[in-house]
């Protein structure tokens, strides 16, 4: 459980960042792509959960 937290965070943290290095033109918006990568990540790990 523990584990999945961490990795939805790490998604949304990491791409945040990455919106930022490539030139994101506010926050907002490379959070905003964080967000989309903390929902698919959140998806992945409910389907593959048996």
């Known amino acids: 459980m523990r584990v999945d937290l961490l990795l939805m965070l790490t998604a949304f943290f990491a791409a945040?960042?990455?919106?930022?290095?490539?030139?994101?033109?506010?926050?907002a918006q490379?959070?905003?792509?964080?967000?989309?990568?903390?929902?698919?990540?959140?998806v992945v790990l409910m389907v593959r959960r048996p």
Do not use: E
């Open 30 to 42: 490379a959070a905003t792509y964080g967000v989309i990568a903390f929902a698919i990540t959140t």
């Open 16 to 27: 945040t960042l990455l919106a930022l290095l490539l030139g994101a033109p506010n926050t």
